[in-house]
């Protein structure tokens, strides 16, 4: 999905809209980046190698760490859903 990819004309879309819409788009492509890495490294016997997927996944996921803490920040929903589910405890399903 590329970031150009809107289902609404741009020219309607608020700036928020179009930040938010940045963000949500980048938090994917690391999130399928860190996927990538991580069965490359699962397919991989050369361990130097293997090592160095392992070490760009990671990177990866502190993109995706950077762009939850964007949206944390620029989105109330988020912020609330984040407060509510990370570093909590019990089922994370039963939620009201």
Not at 17 to 36: K, N, P
Not at 43 to 69: F, G, P, T, Y
């Amino acid at each position: 999905m590329a970031s150009d990819n809107l289902h609404a004309p741009r020219e309607k879309l608020s700036k928020k809209t179009l930040h938010m819409h940045h963000a949500i788009v980048s938090l994917m492509e690391e999130l399928e980046a860190v996927d990538w890495y991580q069965q490359r490294a699962d397919d991989c016997d050369d361990e130097s190698l293997k090592a160095i997927l392992l070490h760009n996944m990671r990177e990866e996921m502190e993109h995706a760490a950077m762009v939850i803490e964007w949206l944390r920040r620029n989105n109330d929903d988020f912020a609330g859903f984040l407060k509510e589910f990370l570093y909590s405890e019990g089922d994370i399903a039963d939620h009201h």
